[in-house]
């Protein structure tokens, strides 16, 4: 099952916009991690935010973490071309027990030049 | 290169036939998952190893799929009686666990993709 559902699904802006995906989960979390996805390719680890954390900044990217909302958001500043991908929140999570990530459904972003 | 590496990259068969995958993960780490992913949604998780034993599996991991990792480095997924509905990227990640850090970044292969005709 998927547990981290990103909104929107789908995400189009022009070159040098930011761009914004949220995610929601449903259960405690441990921390909660951004992957990003070139078609046909590997995940690749972004940023990892963990649960007593509330903002990370790495380069262009701000992440967001609301554990008592269960949501976390990605901004992505000064998009390019070469962000277009597909963007995949996923949670370590705590009470259940299990020691692998648990993803969600995606925002694929689509950077125009 | 010293990555995830996952062979084949690419694999067509008949409904019916076995297919089996490899998994190299990085050689320092401990853990090794494979994860499942169709068409336009996020990876599934299927199993995970610590080392050489195999920890999880979850309910997607029927009868017909086995996964080994012998002596704790290479890992193997087979699919036995493939059926139209095993098409999809079967996707290998590997990390470095500590005890006090929970589960931290994995490290993905480019996966192996399947197509049951």
């Known amino acids: 099952s998927q547990q981290g559902e990103e909104d929107p699904q789908a995400l189009s802006i022009q070159e040098g916009e930011n761009a914004t995906m949220n995610c929601s989960y449903k259960t405690s979390i441990n921390n909660l991690q951004w992957y990003r996805q070139n078609s046909g390719r590997g995940l690749v680890h972004l940023i990892l935010?963990?649960?007593?954390?509330r903002e990370k900044h790495s380069g262009r990217l701000r992440v967001t973490l609301d554990t008592s909302k269960k949501s976390s958001s990605l901004l992505i500043t000064a998009s390019r071309a070469a962000d277009t991908a597909s963007y995949f929140c996923a949670t370590d999570e705590r009470d259940t027990g299990r020691r692998a990530l648990t993803f969600g459904s995606g925002t694929r972003l689509q950077v125009q030049p | 290169d010293t990555g995830v590496s996952q062979d084949p990259r690419h694999k067509i068969t008949k409904r019916g036939q076995n297919v089996t995958f490899r998994c190299d993960p990085i050689s320092e780490h401990n853990r090794l998952y494979w994860y499942r992913q169709t068409l336009g949604q996020g990876p599934e998780f299927l199993t995970y190893?610590?080392?050489?034993?195999?920890?999880?599996k979850s309910r997607l991991l029927s009868d017909r799929f086995s996964a080994e990792r012998p002596k704790g480095s290479f890992s193997t997924l087979e699919i036995q009686r493939t059926e139209q509905g095993d098409s999809a990227m079967y996707l290998c990640a590997s990390s470095l666990v500590s005890p006090s850090r929970g589960t931290g970044e994995l490290f993905f292969g480019e996966g192996s993709r399947l197509t049951v005709l």
């Open positions: 935010i963990r649960s007593n954390e």
């Open positions: 190893f610590q080392n050489e034993a195999q920890l999880e």
